[in-house]
């Protein structure tokens, strides 16, 4: 009996062996890809002034003198389909440390991004910036009076943090998405 209780002991051990083993993998897993999104649907109206965390390791990024809003739009779909009720408004310029919003990615990742001007008439560019406030690609935003949406698609060559603010002038960023 007692040899039995033995095995159910070292069975005990080696479950608890297997699953460590197991959550270790997951979390190795999880860290070697940064995939993850935000959405404007899904965030609460409101301007902000300092660092916001979201869910993916996104955040953004505004300050006393130079928020950020979230706010309710009515634009036309986009041209892939989806449809937004609401964007992330820059407000004007930025830069890593305000009206931006931050992601992480991993070398290899293709990185989405939906947005338009702020303007009605003006094309506006977007930067994507990596935790040096070194340009890693651009983006031209069409004005929203054009109702054609940009979705600008690239491949990150980096592991790291990116940003993506306006280079001059308002644009309203209404998803990123992070994916193998």
Sequence with gaps: VKHNE???GNGGFFMKKCMAVLAGFLFFMGAAF?????????LEVGSFTGKVELEDGFAIYGSAEKPITVDNTEIPPAPDGEVFTKRINTKGAGNTS??????PVTAGEKVTVYAFSGNKTDTRTLIIANENGEQVTTMD???YG????AINSFK????????????SGGI?????????
């Design 6 to 8: 033995g095995l159910t």
């Design 34 to 42: 940064a995939e993850g999104y935000v959405n404007a649907n899904d």
């Design 98 to 103: 305000y009206r931006c919003v931050s992601f």
């Design 141 to 143: 935003c069409p004005p």
């Design 146 to 149: 054009s109702g054609i949406m």
């Design 156 to 167: 990150s060559t980096a592991s790291g943090t990116l940003y993506a603010y306006s280079k």
């Design 172 to 180: 309203n960023i209404y998803c990123i998405k992070v994916e193998k």
